[in-house]
């Protein structure tokens, strides 16, 4: 199952703290972020479910967002580019 929105950000924001990465990527991200909604998938939780304290969260990181995060990680920033190109377009 996909991580929670909010710890697809932290990853992201630990790999761009990381020595080695270009200024360019945290210029990418900010441009991605203007477009937050192709970053993000709402899933539907069943509301007659039993609430526990480990709930997922009903916002998950879209397979484009997640795909983004993985070149990252990778360091192919010319795949973080294209990725961009397609969430920002």
């Known amino acids: 199952m996909a991580a ?3 710890d697809a950000l932290e990853e992201l924001a630990l790999l761009l703290r990381q020595n ?3 200024g360019d990527a945290v210029d990418s991200a900010l441009r ?3 477009h937050i909604d192709k970053c993000i998938v709402t899933k539907l939780q069943n509301m007659s479910a039993q609430i ?11 397979d484009l967002f997640s795909h983004y995060i993985s070149a990252v ?9 294209v ?3 397609k969430i920002c377009s």
Do not use: K, M, N
């Open 52 to 62: 526990t304290d480990d709930g997922e969260s009903a916002f998950q990181p879209s």
């Open 20 to 22: 080695g990465s270009p």
């Open 83 to 85: 990725i961009e190109h």
């Open 73 to 81: 990680r990778a360091r192919d920033w010319p795949l973080v580019s």
């Open 4 to 6: 929670p929105f909010s």
């Open 32 to 34: 991605v972020f203007e």
